[in-house]
C-alpha cells in the first residue's frame, strides 16, 4: 500500500508514546500510518521521559515502510508547549502531526509556523472546535485532515458516544474537511472484539464521507482498510465508468442506465486512484 500523502490515509494506528519497544513492532503489522500518542496515552508523570523515547525515534531516521507521526498534547497546555519545543527544532521530523482539542485557527497557524511545513492532523473534540471546525480546516496549508474526537467531544457535550447524538457533529467534522478539501478521520472504534461492530461503524463513517478512521488496536486495521479502500468490484466498475466517459469523447453517455455526470466521474476518479493506491501504485 502506498499513499501519495497524509490526506489520503484510510487508516491511521495508535501506538502509545510510553512503550518505545511498541513503535517498530506497529509498523512492522504493515498499517498504513501509525501515530505515537503523547497525549492521553500517557500520564502526566511519564510524559518527559515518553518524550524523549518517542524523539529519539524520530532522530534515529531509520528507514520506515509507512507513515510515521506523533500526537502532540494540546499547545494551549504545558504539555504541548514542551512537545512542540522538543519536535520543532528540526532535530526529528515524523511525516505528520496530530494536534489534539483543536479549538481555533489561531492555535493551528502557530503550530504551522513552528513546525515547518509537516502535515497536521486536527482534532475536533469540543463544542468549540467544532463552532469553528471550518476555520480550523482551512487555518494554513499544512492542515492535511481533520479527526473526530467522539470520546472528547461527547464528555464536553454531555451527551454520549452513540451514533445518534454524535451524528451532527460527525457530518460538521465531514464537511469542515471537505470544503478544505483535506482528509476526514473518524473516532477509533473501542470495542476491541466486536468485529461486527467495527465494520458497521466503518460503513456508516465512510458514507458520510469520512474518509478513513483511527485505531486504538492492530486488529482492527485490516476491518479499516477493507471498508475505506474500494473492492476490487467497485474498483472495476470506476474504471469502466471512465473508460465509458473517455469512449464518448465529450458525448452524452450512460452506464447502467443513468447518465455519466460529472460528479459520477469525480467519485470514480477518486475510486480508481484509492485502489492504485492499495496495490501501491500511487
Ligand atoms: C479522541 O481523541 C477522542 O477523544 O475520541
Ligand atoms: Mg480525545
Known amino acids: 500500500m502506498t499513499f501519495a500523502s497524509v490526506s489520503d490515509l484510510p487508516a491511521v494506528l495508535f501506538v502509545p508514546g510510553n512503550k518505545p519497544d511498541l513503535f517498530d513492532k ?6 498504513p500510518a501509525i501515530v505515537i ?3 492521553d496515552a500517557v500520564a502526566p508523570d511519564a510524559k518527559n521521559q515518553a518524550r524523549t523515547h518517542v524523539h529519539a525515534w524520530f532522530a534515529a531516521k531509520k528507514p520506515r515502510s509507512a507513515f510515521a507521526g506523533v500526537r502532540l498534547n494540546s499547545a494551549m497546555n504545558r ?27 489561531t492555535e493551528v497557524l502557530q503550530v504551522h509556523r513552528l513546525s515547518q511545513g509537516v502535515p497536521l492532523i486536527c482534532i475536533i473534540e469540543s463544542a468549540l472546535g467544532l463552532r469553528h471546525a471550518f ?31 454524535m451524528l451532527v457533529a460527525r457530518s460538521l467534522v ?15 472504534y473501542l470495542n476491541l472484539r466486536d468485529e461486527s461492530g467495527l465494520e458497521a461503524e466503518c460503513r456508516r463513517a465512510k458514507a458520510l464521507g469520512f474518509t ?3 485505531s486504538i488496536h492492530p486488529r482492527h486495521v485490516a476491518g479499516i ?8 468490484q467497485e474498483a472495476a466498475r470506476a474504471a469502466a ?15 447502467e442506465g443513468r447518465m455519466i455526470d460529472e460528479a459520477i466521474l469525480r467519485s470514480a476518479r477518486r475510486i480508481v486512484t484509492l485502489a492504485k493506491a492499495r496495490e501501491g501504485h500511487a
Open 225 to 232: 482498510l477493507d471498508a475505506f479502500l474500494p473492492s476490487e
Open 37 to 39: 500518542d503523547l497525549e
Open 174 to 188: 465531514v464537511q469542515a474537511a471537505a470544503a478544505a478539501g483535506v482528509g476526514a478521520l473518524d473516532v477509533p
Open 212 to 214: 478513513g478512521k483511527f
Open 241 to 255: 465508468i471512465l473508460k465509458a466517459a473517455d469512449d464518448a469523447q465529450g458525448h452524452v453517455v450512460a452506464f
Open 26 to 31: 506497529a509498523l512492522a503489522g504493515g498499517p
Open 79 to 105: 504539555f504541548g508547549i514542551a512537545d512542540l519545543h522538543r519536535f520543532c527544532d528540526g532535530s526529528a521530523r515524523p511525516d505528520f502531526y496530530v494536534l489534539p482539542k483543536v479549538e481555533s485557527a
Open 135 to 165: 476555520d480550523i480546516a482551512q487555518a494554513a496549508p499544512s492542515v492535511a485532515a481533520l479527526g473526530f474526537g467522539a470520546a472528547d467531544l461527547s464528555a464536553d457535550l454531555r451527551a454520549t458516544m452513540d451514533w445518534e447524538p
